[in-house]
Structures are given as C-alpha cells and as structure tokens.
C-alpha cells in the first residue's frame, strides 16, 4: 500500500495552529526571537500592519512603525518558526488592502481612526431607550 504525501500535507505540519486574527491595520506587538551566536532572546516589535499577502504557509505581513524618526518596516512569514507570539492591541479602521501611504505621513497624521465594533455593545445594552412616561390617564390633574 502506497502512502501519497501531497503540498498539503507537507505545509500543515510546518503551519502554526494559535494565530490571532488581525488585519491590515491592526496595531501589533510582534515578540521574535533573535539568535546571536549561542544564545538566543526575545525581541518586541510594535507596530501597524501595512500589507497582508499569500496564502498557506507563504503568507507574509509587512509591520512598520517609527524609531527615532525613522520608519522601519519588517516582513515576515505568518508562519516563520521566529515568530514566538503576536499580541493585536487595536484594530485600526482602513479602506484599504495595502497602507502604502502610511509611508508618506508622519506624526499625527499617521494615526488610524480605531475600529469601533458596534455588535458587541448592541448585544449589551440597547443603543436608545425612550424614558417611560406615564400613562395621561394616571396624571395628576391641575387645579
């Protein structure tokens, strides 16, 4: 009896089960580890998510973010075994698939409106409750 391996098989071995969902931009907090010579640590990476690309285990995402004045942008696979974990902490509001133009802004004009999900405050409390009024029959009479 043969065994038949496929693409698929091969890639769901190398692909990471715990991922957050995030989206193009999203503030993330990516923590990698960074090997130097022997040892090894971690590193954060704070930043916005510019660009999602690829399927599989080919997916990529580009973060960037500002140091001192500098943009930095890295990209990495989705997948890549460096990526130790990745914390969502906002959820930015774009109409966009690819934030390119981030590039050209700096400062507070680089800021992202945050994604408000109104589901979930709906599913709380109603958005507009009319305060109850007495009946006009139960009101008292004036003299």
Do not use: C, N, W
């Amino acid at each position: 009896m043969t065994v038949k391996i496929t693409i698929d098989m091969i890639e769901d071995m190398h692909r990471k089960k715990s991922l957050p969902a995030f989206r193009v931009g999203d503030q993330v907090r990516l923590t990698l580890k960074i090997v130097e010579g022997d040892s090894e640590r971690l590193q954060a990476f704070e930043g916005t998510v510019i660009r999602l690309r690829g399927h599989g285990l080919s997916r990529t995402f580009t973060v960037r973010k500002i140091s001192y004045g500098i943009g930095v942008e890295r990209t990495l696979p989705l997948h890549s075994p460096r990526i130790e974990k990745i914390d969502v902490l906002r959820s930015g509001h774009v109409r966009r698939g690819r934030l390119y133009f981030l590039r050209h802004r700096s400062g507070k004009a680089a800021r992202l409106d945050e994604k408000l999900d109104h589901r979930e405050g709906a599913a709380e409390a109603p958005a507009h409750v009319a305060p109850k009024q007495p009946p006009l029959s139960a009101a008292p009479a004036r003299s």
